[in-house]
């Protein structure tokens, strides 16, 4: 699905927020250091997304799940 706006998803570094896609994830691409992602254990769909440490501007979380 193509948005029009991307979505905004708040982050910090307390607690991890999760992106779940539709299929398998085969690519993941952040803009800054400021966010850390990881593939969630146990399943090929949910990255885990959380910040590094506090920041205040804006990054990008990209993410292509598998196309059949």
């Known amino acids: 699905q193509a948005y ?4 905004v998803i708040a982050v910090n570094d307390n607690q991890q ?4 896609f539709p299929d ?9 250091e400021d966010v850390e992602v990881v593939k969630a254990s146990g399943v090929d ?3 885990a997304v959380r910040a590094s440490a506090p920041f ?6 990209d993410g292509i799940d ?3």
Do not use: A, F, Q, W
């Not at 029009?4 to 979505?7: L, V």
């Not at 205040?56 to 979380?61: I, M, P, R």
């Open 45 to 47: 769909n949910i990255v």
């Open 17 to 20: 927020s999760h992106l779940i």
């Open 24 to 32: 398998k994830i085969m690519y993941v691409d952040y803009g800054t």
């Open 66 to 68: 598998k196309l059949d």
């Open 4 to 7: 029009r706006y991307r979505p």
């Open 56 to 61: 205040s501007s804006e990054t990008n979380v």
